[in-house]
């Protein structure tokens, strides 16, 4: 799978809104930009995975460029409990490969 | 429905020793995923199931590690000789199919002491 370039960490206020980039260049036609968190001592969980157009979902939203190169997830009203580690993966459409995880962005929220 | 279900929660064995550790998926996942996370550090991938293909063990450390899975059901890690950097944190995830969500077990927090 191709690679994602993440910031190395983020500070938000709470209750304001957060946007996390993620930069894949070398992004193939096919490749989903799958998006996971992991809060403290647990294990990751889905955010939400988009191709082309922008997703939206009770979570989050992602916003794709038109050229796919980037993507940005955004958090609406950052909560104290949405301090995690963000990780934006690119997952090719057949699937044949492995789900891995770079480093992610982790985020911190101020109360 | 359950969801990922991993046991045992902890695990501490003696240097040397053998250690298997299971993950059972959620009913009518066809893929099945293991990562290693030592303590501060990211996830590290070590094999994917998917169906009846060969499982990628691409990411297996050392022959030392080693993992099945029944069908589309129950797998489980196996870590022979364990020395102290095994000790980790091992998280096992599954999918309806490959492309679709993953689902994450609570993991399995192994110390070799």
């Known amino acids: 799978d191709a690679k994602t370039t993440q910031p190395n960490s983020m500070e938000s206020n709470e209750e304001e809104p957060v946007h996390l980039p993620c930069n894949h260049s070398?992004?193939?036609?096919?490749?989903?930009i799958h998006w996971y968190r992991q809060l403290p001592s647990q294990g990751p969980e889905y955010v939400i995975h988009?191709?082309?157009s922008n997703v939206n979902n009770r979570m989050a939203s992602l916003a794709i460029a038109e050229d796919r190169k980037s993507s940005t997830l955004i958090l609406h009203r950052a909560t104290l409990r949405d301090a995690a580690v963000y990780y934006c993966?690119?997952?090719?459409?057949?699937?044949?490969?492995?789900?891995?995880f770079g480093k992610g962005t982790r985020l911190s929220v101020i109360a | 429905g359950a969801g990922v279900s991993q046991s045992p929660s902890n695990k501490v064995t003696e240097k040397g020793k053998d250690v298997e550790l299971r993950c059972d998926p959620i009913?009518?996942?066809?893929?099945l995923y293991w990562y290693r996370q030592r303590l501060g550090q990211g996830l590290e991938f070590l094999i994917y199931?998917?169906?009846?293909?060969?499982?990628?063990k691409s990411g297996l450390p050392s022959d030392r590690f080693s993992a099945e899975r029944t069908g589309e059901s129950v797998s489980t890690l196996t870590i022979q000789r364990t020395q102290q950097e095994d000790s980790a944190v091992y998280l096992c995830?599954?999918?309806?199919?490959?492309?679709?969500?993953?689902?994450f077990g609570q993991g399995t927090r192994l110390t070799v002491v």
């Open positions: 995830a599954s999918s309806f199919e490959a492309r679709t969500e993953a689902f």
């Open positions: 070398t992004i193939s036609g096919t490749d989903y």
């Open positions: 988009g191709l082309t």
């Open positions: 993966i690119l997952r090719g459409n057949s699937g044949n490969t492995p789900l891995v």
């Open positions: 009913s009518g996942h066809t893929a």
């Open positions: 199931f998917q169906g009846n293909s060969a499982p990628d």
